[in-house]
């Protein structure tokens, strides 16, 4: 099983793709689909309050990664002790 949810712009943080492969992929893919339509920013997918444990959950958790990569403030966010 491989998974990259979500993959953003280093410049605007805003959501560019997701690839997952998994048995569970439509319901993770579906969230990130709706983040790209809403042209999300991935500091604001991470704060969605989501399910746990759920597949989706991996979307924010990914999200929260990928801010703390890019360095923004990630005070606040729910994934923080993930």
Avoid: K, W
Avoid at 22 to 46: F, I, P
Avoid at 59 to 66: D, E, F, H, L, R
Wanted: glycine fraction near 4%.
């Amino acid at each position: 099983m491989a998974r990259r949810c979500p993959a953003s712009s280093s410049t605007s943080n805003q959501i560019l793709g997701c690839h997952v492969v998994s048995e569970r992929a439509v319901e993770t893919t579906q969230l990130a689909a709706a983040a790209m339509t809403a042209r999300m920013r991935v500091e604001d997918l991470a704060r969605i309050p989501l399910s746990f444990p759920t597949y989706a959950a991996i979307v924010g958790c990914a999200a929260y990664i990928a801010i703390r990569r890019l360095e923004l403030d990630a005070v606040g966010f729910q994934h923080e002790a993930s």
